[in-house]
């Protein structure tokens, strides 16, 4: 209807509203009419009936049946009657004329007020009438008595007239009627089209016009001008075309002059480019003829090289085999050295002889990321051990290890620039982290970063890195040697790849590397499944290769649990708090303290010697098998098979718990409770065990897939704003989990507007709750999504919060369904928290970080949702709106309220007892002695 042209568009509006008219109207009266006949043709049917009654009273009364006969002749010839039946009070028939009587019943037999029946058939109207002794009284037949009790007694029947009339007739009445409304309703229409089409084509060929000169203006064709000889809009729509046709005219004409006079200076300056091109040229063929044979020159000055130098090494090899004496030994290893190093420029002269040349290829065949980092880090690892340095590395989940590329090449680039972090770096750690940036369908972008707490660099010396034969610092006096050809080699690398390298760096604040590269995907190498998933205990102290450890061991399908503290350790040693198939420990320094003999789950360590005695002593002291760290994720795999599906049995006990059956048979659900907030977790889950549920508890969205990995769980009440991995994340991680498809995840959220609302439901959730919620909102949630139906009876709630005071006693109850030591514990962590995140929301205002400004917002005004601060609670509400919505003009005056706010509720409970409001009981505190 949108493409429709005006002159259709019009008749649309005119010859909708006729024909809606006359359909209606047209229906309405021929239904009226149709009703009306067929009401006419009952009457009729029951006025000779009752006409017919009376008459046949003499000849049944005395059984007379050619009178009877007579009757009924007689009323066939009135319009319409079909057939008459006569009987007595026996229902006999005494006379009958017509056809037989249609015996198809319509409906349920009519009584009327007269004590006649109406029967509807298929084709007729059947009425039947009493006939009664009332009308005529023959003398001779009835004695003096009969005189005497005719006033009293009730009409005597004698027997029924039965009368049909057809409805052939009536239908035919019915036809012509509707014939005839259709017909006046066409032509009424046809009257209308004639009408409309008629003035649509005057409003529309005007139109048509404009447009036809129009068009021959986009054509080019500026001499065209609009002539209508109609007044009003049309004459003056003509009037403008016309003026801006004439105004394009013009200015075709300057330009077309200003076009010829530029064209003729261009060809002139074209004159003296072409001369100074030609001489360009020559100089820029001698240019590449010169780096040609540089580039032919190094390279076979290289080849030469490496000719009698892998003479040397291989020799050295042989040579190292036999009996050497002690210093000999020492010659040997700084030959060996020394050939590795030169080994090394050669090849760096090759490459930068190739990138020079323009013939760099890369390979492409597939391999696994995870193989090319953990080279890296076994080759790298002995040197940076040396210097007390930490190398970590963490490959996020979500990035794809299966690849096709040039395998070689990458690890070329990632040695590079982990060995210069190694080598710049005197103290602290050198870490890695693979991310995902982008996947389609077979290719994937992938962004790498290193980053060290080395000596850092200026912005000079960071401006010469990427300049070959060039470096940092290039002083005689230099501590850091190098040809300068690794970075430019990796830039090379990187830029072949489809991606750039980036570098930030500070003077004694570390450098961090940045490059990203584009990469085919491969298709996953099949692996076998587990018959049940396998729980590992991991202990690793270091947060990056604790990540990286449980996304690889997530990625093998086992659940993880973490082992946060040493302490914790040694219980995990002796006794385990849940049963695991084996227990990874990465451990540093002295091992000796440790004991893993005592323990029935294998413990595979993680060792940071590269010493074969260490690895040796720590299977001695009980160690299913020790590796070194960093590991390659092969053997770990292949250690994990063996203990799993070793002989080493675990202690588990697997007699599921009995629970109490739940209303309507319904078993009890398991809930699981996600926020990062500790006051909101701990009063969700005070809520949810109340209700009779099983709650679990879980402070982020990594925690949250953990326990979902190692419990069944019915539901998840799901915060959507934390750090690291947030609700949506979370969520949609649980949903790829084996059996999570379906999983009911209602989100909870303190700020939940429309447009948030739709897009968690769009973002798969099932459900929404906005903070605070109450025990009645959780109950009636969990029975809507687990029809499990607890028996929570609501308190009484009291008055509506007062948006003018700092604290409403009424609502901190409500929220806290009425337990005043509950709602003084919440208020109390309020408190304790309120000067940290106060302080944090200042920090994010002056670094003016308005992303870490609204999660810190975010934070405190979940907080608030459950203490009953309503002037707190609202002027948050107020500044989170904003900040999401970037009215950066109103931050300062939301950020001056909030603060105003905060310090009135820290003042306001210092010089009150709120305590005695909520209704606490103080605990007397015993006596003390002086001493």
């Known amino acids: ?87 007595n009070q026996d229902v006999q028939m005494l006379a009958h004329a017509g056809p037989k009587m249609l015996t198809e019943r319509m409906g349920a037999t009519e009584l009327s007020s007269d004590q006649l029946q109406l029967l509807r058939t298929d084709g007729s109207i059947r009425v039947r009438a009493p006939v009664y002794a009332e009308h005529l009284v023959i003398a001779e037949q009835v004695s003096d008595q009969f005189f005497a009790e005719s006033d009293s007694a009730p009409p005597q029947l004698l027997g029924w007239a039965e009368l049909e009339l057809s409805t052939t007739n009536t239908r035919l009445e019915q036809y012509q009627h509707l014939a005839t409304a259709l017909a006046i309703i066409v032509g009424s229409l046809f009257f209308c089209l004639l009408m409309a089409v008629r003035i649509s084509r005057q409003v529309s060929a005007p139109l048509a016009h404009i447009v036809e000169s129009i068009g021959k203006l986009e054509d080019g064709h500026l001499d065209t001008r609009i002539h209508i000889e109609d007044g009003g809009e049309y004459q003056l729509l003509s009037s403008g075309v016309n003026s801006l046709a004439s105004a394009l005219q013009r200015a075709h004409v300057e330009h077309q002059q200003t076009l010829e006079q530029t064209t003729r200076d261009l060809q002139e300056t074209l004159d003296e480019l072409e001369v100074r091109n030609h001489e360009l040229a020559i100089d820029r063929s001698r240019a590449l003829e010169t780096s040609r044979v540089k580039s032919e020159f190094l390279a076979n000055v290289s080849h030469e090289i490496r000719t009698p130098l892998n003479g040397i090494m291989g020799f050295s090899d042989v040579l190292g085999r036999t009996p050497l004496t002690p210093h000999q030994q020492d010659f040997l290893h700084t030959i060996q050295r020394s050939s590795k190093d030169l080994m090394r420029i050669i090849d760096d002269i090759l490459d930068i002889s190739k990138i020079t040349a323009g013939k760099l290829a890369l390979e492409r065949e597939p391999f696994t990321l995870r193989d090319v980092i953990d080279d890296v880090f076994t080759m790298l690892a002995p040197q940076a051990h040396s ?171 086992m659940a993880v649990i973490d082992i946060a503290q040493p302490s914790e350790l040694t219980q995990w040693l002796t006794s385990p708090s849940h049963p695991v198939d084996a227990i990874i420990v990465s451990l540093e320094g002295d091992t000796s303290q440790y004991d893993f003999s005592h323990s029935k789950t294998p413990v595979i360590v993680l060792s940071h010697s590269f010493q074969a005695s260490a690895l040796e002593s720590l299977e001695a002291l009980g160690a299913y098998i020790a590796l070194t760290n960093p590991f390659s994720h ?192 919440m208020f109390d962590m309020l408190l304790d928290s309120l000067p940290k995140d106060r302080a944090a929301i200042v920090e994010q205002w002056e670094l003016e970080d308005y992303d870490g400004l609204l999660a810190a917002v975010h934070r405190l005004h979940g907080a608030t949702r459950y203490c009953g601060v309503p002037c707190l609670r609202q002027a948050l509400d107020e500044f989170e709106t904003a900040l999401k919505g970037r009215v950066v003009h109103t931050f300062p005056q939301h950020m001056k309220h909030c603060m105003q706010q905060v310090d009135s509720l820290l003042q306001w409970a210092d010089s009150n007892d709120w305590r005695a409001m909520l209704g606490v009981t103080p605990v007397a505190e015993p006596e003390t002695l002086d001493k």
């Open 634 to 825: 092969r053997k770990l795999k292949a250690a994990l098979d063996a203990a799993i599906h070793g002989d080493i049995q675990e202690k588990s006990d697997d007699t599921p718990s009995q629970s109490l059956p739940a209303p309507g048979n319904v078993p009890v659900p398991t809930v699981l409770a996600v926020d990062d907030n500790d006051a909101n977790l701990k009063l969700v889950i005070t809520l949810l065990q109340e209700l009779g549920v099983k709650a679990i508890a879980a402070t982020s969205g990594h925690a949250a897939i953990e326990q979902c990995l190692q419990h069944t769980v019915d539901m998840v009440f799901m915060d959507i704003q934390m750090p690291g991995m947030n609700g949506l994340e979370a969520s949609q991680a649980i949903r790829k989990l084996p059996g999570k498809a379906r999983l009911p995840i209602i989100a909870l959220t303190a700020h939940a507007m429309a447009d948030e609302k739709e897009a968690l439901l769009k973002a798969g959730l099932n459900d929404y709750q906005t903070k605070p919620i109450s025990q009645q909102q959780l109950a009636d949630s969990i029975q809507q999504w687990t029809r499990y139906s607890s028996a929570y009876q609501s308190a009484p709630t009291g008055d509506a919060p007062r948006a003018d005071c700092v604290m409403d006693v009424a609502t901190a109850l409500q929220v806290t369904s009425n337990r005043p030591h509950l709602a003084e514990e």
């Open 387 to 557: 210097k007390q340095l930490e190398l970590h590395h963490l490959l996020y989940s979500d990035v794809p290890v299966c690849l096709c590329g040039d395998a070689l090449r990458l690890k070329q680039i990632l040695t590079n620039l982990v060995n210069n972090a190694i080598k710049f770096t005197e103290h602290g750690h050198v870490t890695l982290q693979v991310s995902l940036i982008s996947r389609e369908q077979d290719r994937a972008t992938l962004q790498f970063i290193v980053q060290d707490t080395g000596i850092g660099m200026d912005e000079q010396q960071t401006s010469r890195l990427f300049q070959a034969f060039s470096q940092a610092d290039s002083s005689t006096a230099r501590k850091f040697g190098g040809t300068g050809l690794g970075l430019i080699i990796a830039r090379a690398l990187v830029e072949a790849m489809h991606g750039d390298i980036q570098v930030h760096s500070e003077p004694g604040n570390g450098t961090t590397f940045t490059f990203s590269v584009d990469l085919e995907l491969a298709d996953e190498p099949f692996s076998e499944a587990f018959d049940r998933t396998p729980h590992v205990a991991l202990y690793e102290p270091h947060n990056l290769s604790r990540m990286n450890l449980s996304n690889l061991l997530q990625q093998w399908q």
């Open 1 to 87: 209807m949108k493409k429709w042209s005006v002159q259709n568009q019009i008749l649309l509006l005119a010859m909708l509203p006729g024909i809606v008219v006359s359909l209606l109207l047209g229906g309405f009266f021929v239904l009226d009419r149709s009703h009306a006949l067929s009401d006419l043709l009952e009457q009729r049917a029951l006025a000779i009936a009752k006409q017919l009654a009376p008459t046949c009273e003499y000849g049944v009364m005395t059984g007379n049946t050619g009178i009877l006969q007579n009757i009924a002749n007689s009323m066939l010839e009135e319009r319409d009657v079909r057939a008459v039946s006569i009987y």
